[in-house]
């Protein structure tokens, strides 16, 4: 989990006040060429991205932003870093952003990647000096050798990446922005992007995060803001608004499941990849009996031999969607060893399952060492059932313990 320590007597370095954005919906060139010189006003229809967003981040402040596509997100990201300006509101930034957006949005691709860096740095608050300061360690950084002499219409899809990664975090900021992606490249260069992002986070920088990953984002933030059309809904400690969001999101996807059940939502990368998940330990039934059988959840993954072992994790879903229950190798204490191609295997087994009556999934995930960065991961991709030959309610069967107590005084 992680731990933020906020400066509080500072300004903040992030403030909106009353802070809304509006998109014109007109299609007609020429209407819109109108509404521009009458000054902008705009009567026609509108989709409205954000309304009346209050937000304070203090320094050193690490922030997770979730919510589902189209909540407005990104566009507040993109406010927040300049790109876009408010209708209505006040927007004040304090220090310096490293923004990873769209990488790499503003190469020009007929010049060289030595060029665009001097091209692009002043864009980043970098002077002159400071970007020739900097260009070496920026050029080892992306390791894309004598192509950095090139024009950058020849790069690969992967050097291109690296090398606007390179620069963005070469900056030192004061707040670092990561729209989704922790890692980026491939290989060992995604290892090094996400080290580097931590190291930014370890100094000191202000961290903004935007995830579908709720457990990723938890890990990292302590903070977390839920958005939702545009407004926020809950914004507090990263677990309690996991908790909330989590929640509403079993309400949608209850009355959603009329509709049939979606495929799995499958993450992989050049870092590993899963190949197969499958249970195993079920009664002759083919469910599996609560309390009697052991539920054996067998990964095998293929991951990138060049990066540090990565380790697992599992989460266990109702017939809602609600997490019930979750392991974690890193928490457990226990450290994964791979074959030397890279593929890795493990089992988890959940002895005399505790687990009540009901139809059950689990995702699985492949993580860095340190449980953050998702590798590879499948959600609710596997399905169970477990049966029960008793009346206990509920989920799971909880450890207890019953006494008599010898007089109405005694409690324990």
Known sequence: MAHDTPIADDPPLIELEGVSKSYSLEHRPWRRLWQQLAGGLDTGPQHHALHDVNLQVRRGESVGIIGRNGAGKSTLLQLICGVLQ???GTRRVRGRIAALLELGAGFN???????????????????????EQRLP?????AGIGEFIDQPVRSYSSGMFVRLAFSMATSVEPDILVIDEALSVGDGVFARKSFERIMALKEQGATILFCSHSLFQMESLCSRAIWIHDGRIQYDGRSHQTVVEYSE????MEAQSAEAGNAPPVRVDSVAA??????????GPDGSWRSGIDTLAIALHARTDPGIPDPTLGFLIHSGDGRVVSSAGAWMDGVALSREASGDLRAVLR????????GRYTISAYVLCERGINIYSGAEQLVGFDVSQHDLHQGVAALPHEWSQAPDASAGT
């Open 137 to 141: 360690g920026i050029v080892e950084f």
């Open 86 to 88: 408010p209708t209505q």
């Open 109 to 131: 691709p007929e010049l060289t990647g030595r060029e665009n860096v001097r091209l692009n740095g002043p864009l980043l608050g970098m002077t002159a000096a400071q970007i």
């Open 273 to 282: 990849t899963l190949i197969d998940v499958r249970v195993s330990g079920q």
């Open 248 to 251: 509403w999101l079993s309400r």
């Open 350 to 357: 959940f002895p005399r399952l505790p687990l009540f009556k």
